[in-house]
């Protein structure tokens, strides 16, 4: 019965570096979303799956940045070249379907560009 | 697009009082409607949700909303505050006949209620 884990919680790098972060969604549920909350913010959208597939990723601030999924579970989200803009804190959250199922937030991971 | 906005970004209530706190989007069509909360240190939290029937719902603690249609808006309110309301509040919105099953949230509101 866990809920949606991240990991790391807390993630300090230098700009310039490449950082994976990681979602463990619920089991069993197919839907899996990525956020970014930074101070003052809300909460921005930046990719949706259903399954392993992405079908709106018009969330991505840019290139640097993608997210996979594979076996409908995990899901991974990447930044290359990180640069100090990119300092937030990164949620995930899963659901079991895409529109009127509540979504279940993990506590993020708190990343730090130097 | 489609755009959500919480006109309160702070909020500081006595015990007691009632709450309103505004949410407005912009889409036209069909739209799913939430609250989210986030207590001190914990992860967010549904609060609420509208997806069709009765406009007024019923969520936990003893928040309710409004859809009202007309107005774009999806109000949450509370009779009586407590000091274990203090919290961000974030009202969410997703618009399935867009084309997309994206939330768009609303940038928050700190509600700090004083014992």
């Known amino acids: 019965g866990a809920g949606v884990s991240q990991s790391p919680s807390n993630k300090v790098t230098e700009k310039g570096k490449d950082v994976e972060l990681r979602c463990d969604p619920i089991?069993?549920?197919?839907?899996l979303y990525w956020y970014r909350q930074s101070l003052g913010q809300g909460l921005e959208f930046l990719i949706y799956?259903?399954?392993?597939?992405?079908?709106?990723k018009s969330g991505l601030p840019s290139d640097r940045f993608s997210a996979e999924r594979t076996g409908g579970s995990v899901s991974t989200l990447t930044i290359q070249r990180t640069q100090q803009e990119d300092s937030a804190v990164y949620l995930c959250?899963?659901?079991?379907?895409?529109?009127?199922?509540?979504?279940?937030f993990g506590p993020g991971t708190r990343l730090l560009v130097l | 697009a489609q755009s959500v906005s919480q006109h309160n970004h702070h909020v500081i209530l006595s015990e007691a009082a009632s709450l309103e706190l505004g949410c407005n989007y912009s889409?036209?069509?069909?739209?799913?409607l939430f609250w989210y909360v986030q207590y001190p240190g914990q992860h967010l939290q549904l609060l609420l949700k509208?997806?069709?029937?009765?406009?007024l719902v019923k969520g936990i603690k003893g928040f309710e909303a409004e859809f009202i249609k007309s107005k774009f808006s999806f109000n949450l309110r509370k009779p009586s505050v407590q000091w274990s309301d203090t919290a961000e509040y974030f009202c969410?919105?997703?618009?399935?006949?867009?084309?997309?099953?994206?939330?768009?949230f609303g940038t928050g509101t700190r509600l700090k209620v004083l014992a």
């Open positions: 509208y997806f069709s029937g009765d406009p």
């Open positions: 089991s069993g549920h197919t839907a």
């Open positions: 889409y036209g069509g069909t739209v799913n």
């Open positions: 969410a919105v997703n618009a399935p006949t867009s084309g997309t099953y994206k939330y768009i």
């Open positions: 959250a899963s659901s079991s379907g895409l529109t009127q199922e509540t979504q279940y």
């Open positions: 799956f259903q399954g392993n597939s992405a079908p709106d």
